[in-house]
């Protein structure tokens, strides 16, 4: 629904009494950039707090002579880029965490990376680092070598100061890194009594890829190559965002089919990541039949990728100024007529959920996210829409083909697992709609715009909505098209921490379907 405009958050500053240096003018739609004296940067979160702005990331870059820290907020589809400058013999910055939980681990990740230290930071535990590096070095600064120097053998993380166990009657669980399935590595140190889950905390990290320092150097082909591999079940919608933030900083955009196309990959995108997580979380409450089921359709769907798109995750089929495949009328006709082929197996499927009760008592109830919590998290995607928080940016910062489009937003309050298991039903839905959309209007003409060299220092910012919610990207080009700077936020950085909360008060078998419904990307953050 059409929300009213916000107060401008420069506006928002200066009632706060604050003094702002510059404002840019929005050079990537939909940012605003604005430039703020670093003894100011936590007041101005506070002010951003209080006016019911969105906190949505935190990244640094490094000019040489200086570093840079820039903090993302949205409201109503704007965003604003908070921007503030440190000189090398002062790297520190008042932190934004007291005001916005969500900013804990995405400022400790900038210190272990940078040197930046976060005055007034409640938890200055290392996030990121882990004992690849040592506590002096720092790998996103510019003259640390991308190979880095490595010791003969990293010692094991043993340290790490996890809150401990307290009361007679309190055990700890650790659960993890390594796990009994082929999940990424991640660490849970539960604390409970008997089976009631007092206490989660979360200890991620353990596949850091150095995604952020890798990109410097990269030409765009090759940026846009390495962003489709942040979280491999979301290379589209990595790989637009970074697309999208690179055109906007050259100046230029993609043809219209282009755009259509990009609809129709990461409408699949969607809708096959959310057949297999509805069949997982069946799955995690013993429900074979929907898991079977799910898999099975989402399976069918995968081998259309690789048919009639040439990849059954779709990797590399977004490319800088627009797209590397294109769709013929018959599989057009092929693509739209699995659509309500799917659908007559979700109609049937639906039945007998509906009419499992055994179902419906592990997840209502289980895992429950209040509206309150999941506001102050800033969760993002299917766990905040399942919580009430009314976002996508496809309908409320629209960029091509979805501008033209009407996009139904699911919105629940009930914030437990079954909630999050039907909006990502209905969101499946809404994705099956807009394909068929896409592909009965879809455009004739070019697939890609000719690449144009962007100057140096020029940056662009994209938000896109993935199948997890909220992707965020930003790419500063150096000399000869060349990257100087990429930052990519997934949403799972965001809402990881929101499994630390519903898990409150749930029994520990109860944690696994806990998990799996908000099934945080664990590449997407580790990056």
């Given at each position: 629904?059409?929300?009213?405009?916000?107060?401008?958050?420069?506006?928002?500053?200066?009632?706060?009494?604050?003094?702002?240096?510059?404002?840019?003018?929005?050079?990537?739609?939909?940012?605003?950039?604005i430039?703020?004296?670093?003894t100011?940067w936590?007041?101005?979160?506070?002010?951003?707090h209080?006016?019911?702005?969105?906190?949505?990331?935190?990244?640094?870059?490094?000019?040489?002579?200086?570093?840079?820290?820039?903090?993302?907020?949205v409201q109503?589809?704007r965003?604003?880029l908070?921007?503030?400058?440190?000189g090398?013999?002062?790297?520190?910055?008042?932190?934004q965490?007291?005001h916005?939980s969500?900013?804990?681990r995405?400022?400790?990740?900038?210190?272990?990376l940078?040197?930046?230290?976060?005055?007034?930071?409640p938890?200055p535990?290392?996030?990121?680092?882990h004992?690849?590096?040592g506590?002096?070095?720092?790998?996103?600064r510019r003259?640390?070598?991308?190979?880095?120097?490595?010791?003969a053998?990293?010692?094991p993380?043993?340290?790490?100061?996890?809150?401990?166990?307290?009361g007679?009657s309190?055990h700890?669980?650790?659960?993890?890194?390594?796990?009994?399935?082929?999940?990424?590595?991640?660490?849970?140190r539960?604390?409970?009594?008997?089976?009631t889950?007092?206490?989660?905390e979360e200890?991620?990290?353990?596949?850091?890829?150095?995604?952020?320092k890798?990109?410097?150097?990269?030409?765009?082909a090759g940026?846009a190559?390495?962003a489709?591999?942040?979280?491999?079940?979301?290379?589209?919608?990595h790989?637009?965002a970074?697309?999208?933030?690179?055109?906007?900083?050259?100046g230029?955009?993609?043809?219209?089919?282009?755009?259509?196309i990009?609809g129709?990959?990461?409408?699949?995108?969607?809708?096959?990541?959310?057949?297999?997580?509805?069949?997982a979380?069946?799955?995690?409450?013993?429900?074979?039949?929907?898991?079977?089921q799910?898999?099975r359709?989402?399976?069918?769907?995968l081998?259309?990728?690789?048919?009639?798109l040439?990849?059954?995750?779709?990797?590399?089929?977004?490319?800088?100024?627009?797209?590397?495949v294109?769709i013929?009328p018959?599989?057009?006709?092929r693509?739209?007529q699995?659509?309500?082929?799917?659908?007559?197996?979700?109609?049937?499927?639906?039945?007998?959920?509906?009419?499992n009760s055994?179902?419906e008592?592990r997840?209502i109830?289980?895992?429950?996210?209040?509206?309150?919590?999941?506001?102050?998290?800033c969760?993002l995607?299917?766990?905040?829409r399942?919580?009430?928080?009314?976002?996508?940016?496809?309908?409320?910062?629209?960029?091509?083909?979805?501008?033209?489009l009407t996009i139904?937003?699911p919105?629940?309050?009930?914030?437990?697992?079954?909630?999050?298991?039907?909006?990502?039903?209905?969101?499946?839905?809404t994705?099956?709609?807009?394909l068929e959309?896409?592909?009965r209007?879809?455009p004739?003409?070019e697939l890609?715009?000719a690449?144009?060299?962007p100057?140096?220092?020029?940056?662009?910012?994209?938000?896109?909505e993935?199948?997890?919610g909220?992707?965020?990207?930003?790419?500063r080009?150096g000399?000869?098209?060349t990257?100087a700077?990429?930052?990519p936020r997934?949403p799972?950085v965001?809402?990881?921490?929101?499994?630390?909360?519903?898990?409150?008060?749930?029994i520990?078998?109860?944690?696994?379907?806990?998990?799996?419904s908000?099934?945080g990307?664990?590449a997407?953050?580790?990056?």
């Amino acid at each position: 629904m059409p929300q009213p405009s916000p107060v401008p958050f420069d506006s928002l500053l200066q009632e706060a009494g604050l003094t702002i240096q510059r404002v840019q003018p929005s050079p990537w739609p939909p940012a605003q950039v604005i430039d703020l004296d670093p003894t100011d940067w936590a007041r101005a979160a506070a002010a951003a707090h209080a006016a019911q702005w969105r906190w949505a990331g935190v990244f640094a870059e490094d000019f040489d002579a200086f570093l840079t820290v820039n903090a993302c907020f949205v409201q109503h589809g704007r965003y604003v880029l908070l921007r503030t400058r440190l000189g090398l013999d002062h790297l520190e910055l008042p932190s934004q965490t007291p005001h916005y939980s969500a900013a804990d681990r995405p400022e400790r990740h900038v210190h272990d990376l940078f040197g930046i230290t976060f005055t007034g930071h409640p938890d200055p535990r290392r996030w990121t680092r882990h004992q690849a590096w040592g506590a002096d070095e720092f790998p996103l600064r510019r003259a640390f070598p991308v190979a880095g120097q490595p010791p003969a053998s990293t010692p094991p993380d043993s340290s790490y100061p996890f809150l401990r166990a307290q009361g007679t009657s309190v055990h700890e669980i650790p659960v993890g890194p390594i796990h009994a399935g082929i999940i990424e590595p991640g660490h849970f140190r539960f604390q409970v009594i008997g089976e009631t889950v007092l206490h989660l905390e979360e200890r991620l990290g353990y596949v850091h890829k150095g995604i952020e320092k890798i990109a410097e150097g990269r030409d765009p082909a090759g940026l846009a190559r390495l962003a489709g591999r942040v979280s491999g079940d979301t290379t589209v919608g990595h790989a637009w965002a970074a697309c999208l933030a690179m055109e906007r900083a050259a100046g230029l955009e993609c043809p219209p089919r282009a755009a259509v196309i990009r609809g129709i990959l990461a409408e699949r995108e969607r809708v096959i990541n959310h057949l297999w997580d509805l069949g997982a979380l069946c799955n995690d409450v013993g429900f074979a039949f929907g898991f079977y089921q799910f898999g099975r359709l989402r399976e069918l769907w995968l081998r259309d990728n690789e048919d009639a798109l040439g990849h059954r995750l779709l990797m590399d089929r977004i490319v800088p100024g627009g797209v590397a495949v294109d769709i013929a009328p018959p599989v057009t006709e092929r693509l739209h007529q699995a659509i309500p082929a799917l659908c007559a197996e979700l109609d049937e499927l639906l039945t007998i959920l509906d009419a499992n009760s055994s179902l419906e008592d592990r997840f209502i109830g289980t895992g429950f996210l209040d509206v309150a919590t999941a506001t102050a998290l800033c969760a993002l995607g299917f766990v905040g829409r399942a919580s009430g928080q009314d976002f996508d940016v496809r309908r409320d910062a629209p960029y091509a083909p979805y501008d033209r489009l009407t996009i139904k937003v699911p919105v629940e309050q009930q914030g437990d697992v079954a909630s999050r298991f039907w909006v990502r039903y209905k969101e499946l839905r809404t994705g099956l709609r807009l394909l068929e959309q896409l592909l009965r209007e879809l455009p004739a003409g070019e697939l890609r715009t000719a690449w144009q060299t962007p100057p140096t220092g020029a940056a662009g910012f994209a938000a896109v909505e993935g199948w997890r919610g909220e992707i965020l990207s930003y790419v500063r080009f150096g000399v000869n098209d060349t990257i100087a700077r990429y930052w990519p936020r997934d949403p799972s950085v965001i809402n990881w921490p929101a499994l630390e909360q519903l898990v409150h008060d749930n029994i520990v078998p109860d944690f696994p379907v806990c998990n799996k419904s908000v099934n945080g990307s664990y590449a997407g953050h580790d990056l």
